[in-house]
């Protein structure tokens, strides 16, 4: 596509459910990035894929998350059991193998 | 974002220059980026500059790097309406894992007055 894509746009669900957000890359990008980004901050580091492959995953808050890329292209990032704490925004960002990272809208999460 | 340093607001008249700084840690980061988030848009990236160079031009926009006191600027030449936005600074690392993370700001939120 002509650029980064991700669905939902907003999600609301209630706390203990999981969730699933989408990320569509930049076409032939080979580097695919997850940041979180709570209200009134910077986005911070999640997880990065090189291609199919989660080369880091250190950004990862703990256990309930989880990210996946299994053909190398679409990335889904799952978060089960959400908390409260879980509400932010979740970007994905693409690279086509220089340093320079394109975003997506980003998903808006909201856990009640 | 502690890591990266910016005011959080700053207020111009238009057509004004506006001036956004930054100051970030690591001295080891290639590039230095300057990322542009507008309400419900995405994180736009505006320009960045290679760590070796000093000074990049790119239409209204300046960016200044001083390496040795790691501080980063962004000017905006003739700042319009259409320029309110929240500005993020960002130096990019790269990790032992081998991936280049980004760590970013708290961002400026620029107001320009008509």
């Known amino acids: 596509g002509a650029g980064v894509s991700q669905s939902p746009r907003y999600k609301v669900t209630k706390r203990g459910q999981d969730v699933a957000l989408r990320c569509d890359p930049i076409s032939g990008h080979v580097s695919l990035y997850w940041y979180r980004q709570a209200l009134g901050q910077g986005p911070e580091f999640l997880t990065y894929f090189n291609y199919e492959a989660q080369q880091d995953k250190s950004g990862l808050p703990n256990d309930r998350f989880s990210a996946e890329r299994p053909e190398g292209s679409i990335s889904t990032l799952t978060i089960q059991r959400t908390e409260q704490r879980d509400s932010a925004m979740y970007r994905c960002?693409?690279?086509?193998?220089?340093?320079?990272?394109?975003f997506g809208p980003g998903t808006r999460l909201t856990v009640l | 974002g502690e890591d990266v340093e910016q005011s959080l607001f700053l207020s111009v008249r238009e057509g004004d220059s506006s001036v956004i700084n930054c100051t970030y840690t690591d001295s080891s980061s290639t590039y230095l980026y300057w990322y542009k988030q507008e309400p419900g848009a995405g994180l736009q990236l505006l320009t960045y500059?290679?760590?070796?160079?000093d000074m990049k031009q790119d239409q209204r926009l300046t960016v200044l790097l001083n390496k040795k006191d790691k501080h980063l600027s962004l000017r905006i030449a003739d700042t319009q309406t259409g320029d309110s936005a929240i500005y993020f600074c960002?130096?990019?690392?790269?990790?032992?894992?081998?991936?280049?993370?980004?760590?970013f700001g708290k961002g400026t939120k620029l107001s320009v007055i008509p």
């Open positions: 960002a693409s690279s086509g193998g220089t340093d320079t990272q394109y």
């Open positions: 960002a130096e990019i690392l790269r990790s032992g894992a081998g991936s280049y993370q980004l760590t």
């Open positions: 500059i290679f760590s070796n160079m």
